[in-house]
């Protein structure tokens, strides 16, 4: 009995001095090589059905790379190729976190003014917070007058949260 408590003592000892397990840091290359296989079976013409897990999984794997190598050309793309998936999934916040961090870490990037113009459409379009979105619908017309979307903004901004009855309505009356 004493050698069994000896035992168990030299064990608990041994596993308290061990620490914690530390993560397993993937390589830039393991990351890409999942991405890239993770699109192939994603964006194949095979798929008929999209597993919304192996989606989210997608979405995870861009936004490690760009919060691994946030230095690398690559980042910025990873995570606009992420805020386009989490908006088709209507992931309205994530969608916004993820431009958010394009447009402040990557303000050069040339995807930026469409990633305003896009937190202004999700905050028009799926979180129905009108106020917000003309802030951001007018800010993308304010910074960049040039865009191919800067009409687009304007014309949101004069129809913002009206219905498509109204919409249609004043069509009508436009064209009388």
């Not at 995570?79 to 961090?101: C, G, H, Q, V, W």
């Not at 498509?164 to 436009?174: V, Y």
Request: one cysteine or more; aromatic letters at 12%.
């Amino acid at each position: 009995m004493r050698n069994l408590i000896i035992f168990i003592v030299i064990v608990i000892v041994a596993a308290s001095c061990a620490g914690p397990k530390a993560k397993k840091v993937r390589t830039k290359q393991e990351i890409q090589d999942s991405i890239t296989a993770m699109e192939n079976e994603l964006f194949s013409l095979k798929s008929t059905r999209i597993d919304k897990h192996k989606v989210l999984d997608m979405i995870g794997l861009y936004t490690e790379y760009a919060r691994e190598f946030p230095d690398d050309t690559l980042a910025p793309v990873y995570l606009f190729k992420a805020s386009d998936i989490s908006m088709n999934l209507y992931r309205p916040l994530e969608t916004i976190r993820i431009l958010d961090t394009i447009m402040i870490k990557y303000p050069d990037f040339s995807k930026t003014p469409t990633a305003l113009f896009l937190k202004a459409f999700i905050y028009e379009d799926q979180v129905k917070n009108y106020k917000l979105a003309r802030k951001y619908y007018q800010q993308f017309i304010d910074k960049y007058p040039d865009n191919e979307f800067t009409d687009d903004a304007r014309m949101s901004l004069q129809n913002l949260g009206k219905s498509p009855e109204e919409l249609i309505k004043e069509f009508e009356e436009k064209n009388k």
